[in-house]
């Protein structure tokens, strides 16, 4: 299953990909890694929440805010490679928390994106990542989360897709040891 279809199954939508509001871009891309700037929250031009986790917002608020910033990153990132079928993997979460004094429960809130992730990209979603509390965010937004991906290349995209499976080295066999698995 393609993560546009799992995307239907789940009944979402992407969104289009956010304007930067400052001198930055969405994405740069260096050899086989994207690296995607800081998003948040935003749902057709607004803040899904404002305010601070443990303060102004629940858990299951900041939830939600993550999981709709994880939406928005994957539209970046569509945008970016014109498919999330040539995501080989999510390497690296980092997540923002608005945190109010004492608020500790951070990677509850960010399990909103990574959840999402896993549940859109399968096994290509899971990753490593870091939730910390923050004390302001730009425009009293609860979450900001940025993104490292690893792409597939074209070659091993086309030969994965072509047999079903992955592309794989065998030990010091080089290009006769390729094997499909």
Do not use: W
């Not at 891309?29 to 057709?44: A, V």
């Amino acid at each position: 299953m393609t993560p546009e279809d799992r995307l239907q199954t789940l009944g979402l939508e992407l969104p289009d990909p956010p304007v930067p509001v400052g001198a930055y871009t969405l994405s740069a891309r260096t050899g086989n890694l994207l690296f995607l700037s800081g998003t948040t929250c935003y749902r057709d031009g607004r803040p899904l929440f404002r305010g601070k986790l443990g303060r102004d917002l629940t858990i299951e608020e900041g939830y939600a805010a993550a999981r709709q910033t994880a939406l928005n990153l994957l539209a970046v990132l569509r945008g970016s490679l014109g498919d999330l079928g040539r995501v080989s993997r999510i390497v690296k979460l980092n997540g923002y928390v608005n945190s109010a004094p004492g608020f500790t429960e951070q990677p509850a809130v960010i399990n909103g994106a990574s959840d999402l992730l896993q549940a859109i990209l399968g096994e290509s979603g899971r990753h490593a990542r870091t939730s910390v509390g923050v004390a302001e965010l730009p425009g009293d937004i609860p979450v900001e989360i940025e993104m490292i991906v690893e792409i597939a290349s074209p070659r091993r995209q086309a030969g994965a897709s072509a047999k079903g499976g992955r592309v794989r080295e065998t030990r010091g066999a080089g290009r006769q040891g390729r094997k499909r698995s």
